[in-house]
């Protein structure tokens, strides 16, 4: 069956990085558009962003441009986040998705990693 398992959420500071992976199994990784999504408390899940199965096109939420960049390895199939400068309003729980569909759904998820940034 399809796994994803995140791992690298943590507290930071506001200002500071974390750098986010997936790691993927059960699934031909390369065939697949995958992408991260978040939800804080009291909050539905909201797109991040998402890379096409080359990595050659990516999307991003205008909260995070600039600052959250999605990456792939397709060898290792891992799908990462590098987030720089992080706001206290980027606190949440970091979904991976695999199979996405543009910013709206994906077709299996993680079981999440959590982000906290204090002010």
């Known amino acids: 069956q399809v796994q994803l398992v995140e791992s690298g959420g943590g507290l930071v500071q506001a200002g500071g990085s974390l750098r986010l992976s997936c790691a993927a199994s059960?699934?031909?990784?390369?065939?697949?558009?995958m992408g991260w999504f978040r939800q804080a408390p009291g909050k539905e899940r909201e797109f991040v962003t998402t890379?096409?199965?080359?990595?050659?096109?990516?999307s991003y939420a205008d909260s995070v441009k600039g600052r959250f960049t999605i990456s792939r390895d397709n060898a290792k199939n891992t799908l990462y986040l590098q987030m720089n400068s992080l706001k206290p309003e980027d606190t949440a729980v970091y979904y991976c998705?695999?199979?996405?569909?543009?910013?709206?759904?994906?077709?299996?998820w993680g079981q999440g990693t959590q982000v906290t940034v204090s002010s």
């Open positions: 059960g699934l031909i990784f390369s065939s697949y558009t």
């Open positions: 998705g695999a199979a996405c569909r543009g910013a709206g759904t994906c077709g299996y």
């Open positions: 890379i096409s199965w080359t990595g050659g096109t990516t």
